[in-house]
């Protein structure tokens, strides 16, 4: 690529990098993906998302703010919950939720990996 090419495309993605983090879940509503968590998710994921809830499976259950969770794209994060993963507990959720509450359950998977998701009310 040429300098003219390669500045701007550096630039894009230096923003999306860091407004990928600021930004939850394309607008996902924190608030009601609580809801949905506390309703939906927290007997295998816990009450912090670490995995650690009554219920066991093998294998274990994802620790939703671990970095290996936390630095996938949203769009894996929503994929994963829309349609469940191969060979583990989690089955798809696309039956259940609509997009749009897959996105708020996103948005708050998202705050449990920050120092802000453990003092949400």
Not at 79 to 103: C, N, P, Q, S, Y
Request: proline share 4%; aromatic share 6%; hydrophobic share 40%.
């Amino acid at each position: 690529m040429n300098a003219r090419v390669t500045g701007p495309v550096l630039l894009l993605l230096l923003c999306v990098a860091a407004g990928g983090s600021a930004s939850y879940a394309a607008g996902g509503n924190v608030a009601k993906g609580k809801g949905l968590f506390t309703n939906l998710c927290i007997r295998c994921h816990g009450i912090d998302g670490k995995g650690d809830a009554y219920m066991k499976f093998n294998p274990p259950v994802a620790d939703l703010t671990s970095p290996a969770v936390q630095s996938k794209l949203d769009g894996s994060l929503m994929k994963a919950i829309h349609d469940g993963r191969k060979d583990t507990a989690m089955g798809a959720w696309k039956f259940v939720l609509t997009d749009e509450e897959i996105r708020d359950v996103t948005a708050y998977v998202r705050v449990l990996g920050s120092s802000a998701g453990r003092k949400l009310p």
